[in-house]
């Protein structure tokens, strides 16, 4: 991952110029759609200079947002111009990271799996899952694997280090097996058309027999029984 690191490291500069970006402010947003609160734990993977990092910082104040790159330059930016007690970043490949903040209300991963081999993914969301809360939520944004795939023929010179189609077809199975339950999947527009794809991904909770009826009050007992014998009456099998 050497030269992932120094690729990444070389990109600050085009960062810092970019700022907060409309691809970032829309994640952002989508985050806070998503039900963030004062007192949730974050993991953000992919940080870079901390852009996003700073946005979520201004929601955060009881809980903490742990952030994580894989370039060391970009962590120490995002160290030197976000100082908060909330906020820590930690320059690490994800592949080999240990969390501290566990468990986490949510986990971001915006525009990093497409930077991290497929064969991969099934180890990383198996980790993932470990680090979650039940019924807590994995937000991905990917590149649309068609724009990736068209810009490998056209316009390679536009594409990062790494940049691999991630489809969806292959992204779901990796999710399932390790234990996630697709909520949504949303295509959208930022600098093109339908150029990234927006997965929502929860944490399945382990089966627990629930008896309905004692979850109802007396009311809707009394209803079910009443209904019971009028179709008994009604459809009386001969």
Known sequence: MSDSKKFYDEFITYQIQSGI???IYYLYKKTKKAGINTAHHILEIGCGIG?????LSRTIKKGKLESIDISPLSVEYAKEHILNPQVSFTACDIMNFKPVNIPFDRVLMFDVLEHIPIELHPILFSNIYFWMKIGAKLLINIPNPEYIEYDQKHQPELLQETDIPVLIE????SLTKAGFIIDKIETHSIWVKDDYIFLTILK?????????Q??????????IRLKRLIRNIL????
């Open 51 to 55: 852009c996003l990092s700073y946005l």
């Open 214 to 223: 004692k979850e109802f009050g007396l009311l809707k007992r009394l209803i």
């Open 170 to 173: 292959v992204l779901i199975p």
């Open 21 to 23: 970006n409309n691809r």
């Open 235 to 238: 459809y009386r099998y001969p």
């Open 204 to 212: 399945k909770p382990e089966f627990s027999e629930i008896v309905l």
